[in-house]
C-alpha cells in the first residue's frame, strides 16, 4: 500500500474511528465523520485505478485497510468492505466520471444484489428492468443494502431485459427518482452504524448507459469481479477484529487481580489455556488469509475453492473466537467496560451475510465433485 495513504488511514483510525466506535454502536449511528475522513486520506479511491486519480491498490491492499479498521469499528469496516466490492464492478464497466468521484474520495459506493424475495440467494434476483422509450426503468425490492442512506451510487441487479443470462447490473444514483431507502434505521444485533435498509425501486428511471457490462452478464461479472473481494475482505474483516479481541481478552488477564489468591487471572491455567486456543484460531485465519492472497496473486489452480472457503474459514473462528474470550473474562465481557461484546456481536455477520457460511461450504464441495456451483446452471 502507498506509505502515505498507510500512515494517513493510521491517523484516521487513531483519531476519528476507534474514539467513536462505541458511539456508533450504541446509538446504531453511521460513521459519517470517519467515511468522510477516509475519503480525504485517500483510503476509499484506494481500488480506483491511477488514470482516474485513485492509489491503483490491489486486493491485499484493500484487505489490509479492512483488516485494521474492523479491529477499532466493524460497522466502519464494513461501510468500506461493500464500497471496494462495488467499485470493482464500477472500475470495469462504469463511466469514467464517477470513477473519477470515487477517485477522489467524494463517492461513496455499495452493492444493492440480496432482494426480499430471494433473500441471501444473490444469484437469484427478482428486480426487473423494463425499456420505456429511451430509459429503462427498475423496479425491486432490495432487502439490505449497507450505507443505504449515506452512497452516492448503488450497484444494482436485476434480471435480464432480453438476453438469456440470469442477471444484469446497473450503476443507479441513490437519489434517483422513485427509489426509496427504508425510513427505519438499521436495529440489528451487530453492526450497528453500517446504516443497512431496505431499498425499494418503483419504476426507477435510468439511462440505457447505466448497464455495466451487457444485459444478462452481471452474474458473471459479480462472480468474477466483486465476489472474489467481498469473500477475501470479509475474510480480513474477520481476520481484524479477531486479533482485537485476542488482544484486548490478554490484557484483561493479565491486568485483573484474584486478590485473595495473589494471582492475576492469566495466573489461572484454564484461561490460560482457553486464550492460548483463541490465539492459535487467530493465527491459523489470518494464514489462511494470506495464503487466499497469494493464490489469487499467482492465479493458483486452488484459488476459486481457496476464495470460496476463506469468508467461511474465518468468520466461524471469528465467532469462536468472540465467543471464548467472553467466557474467559467473564462478567466484564458482557458489559460496555471491554469491548468485547460488541466484538461478539459484530462477528456474527460474517454467518449470515450473503454467501453464508453454509452455502460457501456446499459450493466448496460442489467444485470438489466437479458440480456447478448453482442448480440449473451448465458444469
Not at 458511539?23 to 453511521?30: I, M, S, Y
Not at 471496494?84 to 462504469?94: H, Q, S
Not at 427504508?182 to 453500517?194: E, Q
Not at 461479472?221 to 475474510?235: I, K, N
Request: a negative charge; aromatic letters at 6%; proline letters at 4%.
Amino acid at each position: 500500500m502507498d506509505k502515505q495513504i498507510s500512515a494517513a488511514l493510521d491517523r484516521v483510525i487513531d483519531g476519528v474511528v476507534a474514539p467513536a466506535a462505541a458511539e456508533v454502536d450504541r446509538a446504531g449511528r453511521f460513521p459519517a465523520e470517519a467515511v468522510q475522513a477516509l475519503g480525504e486520506a485517500g483510503v476509499l479511491g484506494l481500488a480506483s485505478a491511477t488514470e482516474v486519480g485513485g492509489a491503483g491498490g490491489g486486493l491485499r491492499d484493500a484487505a489490509d485497510v479492512v483488516q485494521r479498521l474492523s479491529s477499532s469499528c466493524g460497522s466502519t469496516a464494513m461501510v468500506v468492505l461493500m464500497h471496494y466490492a462495488a467499485v470493482t464492478l464500477i472500475e470495469a464497466y462504469g463511466p469514467k466520471q464517477v470513477r473519477r468521484e470515487i477517485a477522489d474520495g467524494r463517492h461513496l459506493s455499495t452493492l444493492a444484489f440480496s432482494e426480499a424475495g430471494s433473500r441471501s440467494h444473490f444469484w437469484a434476483p427478482l428486480g426487473t428492468a423494463t425499456a420505456d422509450g429511451s430509459r429503462v426503468r427498475l423496479s425491486a425490492r432490495k432487502s439490505w443494502v449497507t450505507s443505504a442512506g449515506h452512497a452516492r451510487s448503488y450497484v444494482w441487479s436485476s434480471r435480464a431485459m432480453a438476453a438469456d443470462g440470469p442477471m444484469t447490473l446497473w450503476l443507479v444514483p441513490s437519489d434517483a427518482e422513485g427509489l426509496t431507502v427504508s425510513a427505519a434505521g438499521f436495529d440489528g444485533l451487530g453492526l450497528r452504524g453500517n446504516d443497512s435498509r431496505p431499498v425499494v425501486a418503483d419504476g426507477v428511471p435510468v439511462t440505457a448507459d447505466a448497464m455495466l457490462g451487457a444485459d444478462g452478464t452481471g452474474l458473471d461479472a459479480a462472480l468474477g469481479v466483486a465476489l472474489p473481494w467481498f469473500l477475501v475482505l470479509s475474510a480480513a474483516f474477520s481476520v481484524g477484529l479477531m486479533g482485537s479481541a485476542v488482544d484486548e481478552a490478554a490484557g484483561h488477564l493479565v491486568a485483573t487481580r484474584l486478590a485473595h489468591l495473589g494471582q492475576s487471572l492469566a495466573d489461572q491455567p484454564v484461561s490460560r489455556l482457553e486464550l492460548g486456543r483463541m490465539r492459535l484460531q487467530f493465527e491459523a485465519a489470518r494464514a489462511t488469509l494470506a495464503q487466499t492472497l497469494t493464490a489469487v496473486e499467482t492465479d493458483a489452480p486452488d484459488a476459486t475453492a481457496q476464495v470460496l472457503g476463506v469468508k467461511a474459514i474465518c468468520g466461524e473462528a471469528a465467532a469462536s473466537v468472540s465467543d471464548a474470550a467472553l467466557r474467559i473474562c467473564g462478567g466484564a465481557a458482557f458489559r460496555r467496560e471491554l469491548t468485547l461484546e460488541r466484538r461478539f456481536r459484530d462477528s456474527r455477520a460474517a454467518r449470515v451475510m450473503a454467501p453464508t457460511s453454509d452455502a460457501l461450504a456446499d459450493f466448496v464441495a460442489r467444485l470438489a465433485c466437479g458440480l456447478p456451483l448453482f442448480d440449473g446452471a451448465p458444469a
